[in-house]
């Protein structure tokens, strides 16, 4: 075979389905977002949890990380006209969280909310009143009770042709994606490697299905210059599987959100509240937010 046969054996097919980044962007400026319930986590977010990106949300247990996921289930499904995405959400539970009493309690609080800032304003914002009942923002969850890796693992396999199927899913949330892999798993080799191949699968469905991935993290002990320090669990390697990291915690009896790590956001903080009604602004520190 000649030299020139080989280089184009080599060459292989053309590279197919390239995107200017002018187009790219274009599509960034376009894309919606999930509110997230409070308007100045929104803001440090740039509207609230992008579609096409994979978060991950960590912290210390109590923090609100389950209250935020089943918050994002049901703000996902606000009408359009209301300046929502009126879609559907996947919510994968490792732990047993999830509570259909609580969501219900969080519909009822979104419904409430959407009646005061925009029915008041315009009328005619809420086509189908019949659809904002909380029983119907339920019916818009899927819900997976995984309890070992290997059936999490399948849920994530079986997740496209899921999609495919339920073509209004906008979110797909996992609390947490860390809890089997930590009790179960003692090749820490083949854990990296599984998991990886797990994340690479979720970016692949939040681009191709135009939709937000949320993954709940739990929180470790980390020996670093000299002292123990909280950090999020799966290792250094894990927190490359994600396009956004967001970390909760306390300052004394406050809760905060701290964006620490994202290729478009600014290190930032932003105080947020748990309620009867779901996450909600601070009331009191309503102009505040610290950039880091």
């Known amino acids: 075979m000649s030299r020139t046969s080989k280089a184009r054996n080599l060459d292989g097919p053309a590279l197919k389905g390239a995107q200017t980044a002018w187009d790219m962007l274009s599509e960034e400026q376009m894309q919606r977002h999930i509110t997230t319930g409070c308007e ?23 923090i609100g990380k389950t209250q935020l996921g089943m918050q994002l289930a049901i703000n996902v499904q606000i009408p359009v006209d209301c300046g929502g995405l009126n879609g559907k959400a996947v919510y994968i539970d490792t732990e047993g969280s999830f509570m259909a009493e609580r969501a219900h309690q969080i519909a009822e ?24 009942e909380p029983n119907n923002f339920l019916a818009n969850i899927f819900y997976f009770r995984i309890c ?9 396999n079986y997740l496209e042709k899921f999609l495919e199927e339920q073509k209004d899913v906008k979110i797909v949330i ?13 090749d820490l080799a083949l854990r990296t490697r599984v998991l990886g191949g797990m994340s690479l699968k979720l970016m692949k469905c939040a681009k191709k299905h135009s939709l ?11 020996f670093v210059e ?3 320090q909280l950090s999020l669990a799966l290792g250094d390697s894990w927190s490359h599987s994600s396009t956004n990291r967001i970390i909760l915690y306390w300052n004394g009896n406050e809760r905060y959100a701290y964006i620490d790590k994202s290729p478009s956001l600014r290190s930032a903080s932003a105080p947020f509240l748990v309620t009867s ?16």
């Open 148 to 156: 070992s890796y290997t059936e999490q693992i399948a849920a994530i």
């Open 109 to 132: 609080g979104c419904i409430s909310d959407l009646s005061i800032n925009f029915v008041h304003q315009r009328k005619d914002s809420i086509s189908c009143p019949e659809r904002m």
């Open 277 to 292: 009604k779901g996450i909600r602004n601070v009331t009191s520190h309503c102009k505040r937010v610290r950039m880091m």
């Open 40 to 62: 100045e986590l929104d803001a440090i977010l740039g509207g609230g949890i992008h579609c096409k990106e994979v978060t991950e949300i960590g912290g210390v247990p109590g």
């Open 226 to 228: 000299g002292s123990f």
């Open 212 to 222: 937000a991935v949320v993954l709940l993290n739990q929180v470790t002990t980390k």
């Open 174 to 186: 996992i609390d947490s994606i860390t809890f089997h892999f930590r009790q179960d798993f003692d």
